[in-house]
């Protein structure tokens, strides 16, 4: 912990821009580096059904910059990556359905946008770090768990594909042109700020949803899948510790948690520290989720340990029930 | 081979549109198309420097439709792909460095055009069997040789990232929404039809030039490395066959040559054949090539073999020749 104290030391007095900053993960960022006395700059375009939020800033709202652009407008985004030290990229479009029914919006977004971003850094500030916000499901089906880095990247959605292309570019600006690109495989991340209205923020929400309300939670399945789940300080922690430390440039890495969870555990989990009544129930896979739902996936993340010193401190019963918590006082923002 | 003209025997009659079918290996597919008894239809946007020209078809122009459309206007494109029993993809932006210094052209090509096509046959024709014409770019530098179709993808420039999207997209459209997709991963193609004013389609039409100029050919670096030259009908023979082959659907598969030879030693082949007084010459690498370069490579093309029963024909001794032969008659039309 010291070594992180140490390293995390860097970010007083940096100039940081967080694209998404207004959402779910890169508010907690944001709060995190305006508590480490850096300059914060956010970029969110609170496109509906995204994730960003003006509640998610209300502590800090006085002590960062907010910006409204939208990452695919490229002029605006040339001129705020100028001066920034750090650049955390954690705009995107996040939903795997709406990937297929609207591949084309996902794609401007995850892909060609993430192009023009790092275009205007090569024009206006190569010397930037940069670190890209990826997901676990580039890889797809695993063909074995855990899933390393170096897994074959055989997506089953759009979002996927479109996805290893935003990846891509940055490690090849980096490898290229100099510019220092980390980019971090999520995989399930969860906690306080999740959007709850809907599930394009992943399942979790709306387990927690249904569990505070008192109803029930549908498994699809058997309920064994198993998977890995990441509260969000942790994720945090992640994107502080790449963006100052030099291995990881030019790398991409797996985020993942302290053990893997099945989703029916994960859903009784949710119903017993809710406390609300509800019971969990199994149900036959919906026919378009189960075309691309990929089974058990679990994810190495020893490679970002052994770089940066990074491990998952919270476990899924603390982190569940901080959720809970939260979405108890706070839900009527997040849920409408 | 008795296999092969029975396989092929199904083109008869069957409506067919080859996209980029003014091009290189485009005005090739859509001569042999035509050969086998198909209603071929060509889209081709003629972007100069591209490839496309008018004087590749001259055989065969009033036998075929050809209709100049971009691959980018998605209207066009989903008119054109109803009703047609196969769609050989091979519109494309083909240039590493132009996918450096305009990366933007680069995606909506490769990639977004890519997308938009598939969306087309979704809503219009999601019976048709799509191939598309991929590289080997995509793996980048070769962990080792010969490369397989597990090989990581790690390219070396924007033109295989968004290459590998818009693979993917093709195979993942097969997948998902039954769209029977092939993609081949093409190597060095060469032959006849081949644009000669640049380098753009690869260093091979740039030592064939200078050959039958009588001009010292550069080679960077040692030149040992070693590199596949497929001639472009074994690369026709390779579409040809992965469309009507089952197995083929839902497949990248590699495309590859007789056997490996170094730049240096094609370099002098190329000065032999022409028999003009040209030398070979030695250079150090360029800075912006030598950024880009991935040392020797080539391709194991094993699977496509097994499954359809393609192998090269054409030595590259053979196949130089009938490029020099062609181009010392019909050059004017392709360095001008």
């Given at each position: 912990m010291t070594d992180s104290a140490d390293r995390l030391r860097a970010y007083a007095g940096m100039k940081v821009l967080v694209t998404g900053g207004l959402g779910f993960i890169g508010s907690h960022l944001s709060a995190k580096l305006v508590e480490l006395g850096s300059d914060v700059t956010i970029v969110d375009s609170l496109i509906p059904d995204y994730g960003g939020n003006a509640y998610n800033v209300r502590d800090i709202a006085d002590r960062v910059h907010i910006n409204y652009s939208?990452?695919?407008?490229?002029?605006?985004?040339?001129?705020?990556?100028?001066?920034?030290?750090?650049i955390f990229n954690l705009a995107g479009q996040v939903s795997h359905l709406d990937s297929m029914t609207d591949p084309r919006t996902d794609l401007e977004i995850n892909c060609a946008a993430q192009l023009s971003l790092l275009e205007a850094l090569r024009a206006e500030n190569p010397e930037a770090r940069i670190v890209f916000a990826a997901s676990r499901q580039q890889y797809g089906r695993p063909q074995d768990v855990p899933v390393t880095e170096n897994h074959p990247l055989i997506p089953v959605d759009v979002n996927g594909i479109n996805l290893i292309a935003g990846e891509a570019y940055h490690l090849l600006y980096n490898d290229v042109h100099g510019i220092r690109a980390t980019s971090l495989r999520l995989t399930n991340t969860y906690g306080p700020h999740q959007l709850m209205k809907h599930g394009r923020q992943g399942f979790i929400?709306?387990?927690l949803r249904l569990a505070l309300e008192g109803k029930p939670i549908k498994v699809f399945g058997d309920g064994s899948q198993l998977r890995d789940f990441t509260y969000v300080s942790d994720a945090?922690?992640?994107?502080?510790?790449a963006a100052v430390t030099d291995a990881c440039y030019g790398r991409a890495l797996n985020v993942g948690g302290i053990e893997p969870h099945?989703?029916?555990g994960v859903a009784e989990l949710c119903q017993e520290l809710a406390g609300a009544g509800g019971a969990v129930e199994r149900a036959p896979w919906p026919p378009e989720r189960e075309k691309i739902d990929i089974g058990s996936i679990y994810v190495d993340h020893g490679l970002l340990t052994d770089l940066t010193g990074w491990t998952p401190q919270v476990d899924i019963g603390t982190g569940l029930h901080r959720a809970i918590d939260f979405y108890r006082e706070h839900g009527n923002h997040y849920w409408t």
């Open positions: 939208d990452i695919r407008d490229p002029w605006s985004i040339r001129h705020l990556v100028r001066d920034q030290d750090v929400t709306v387990f945090v922690d992640a994107f502080l510790r099945s989703l029916l």
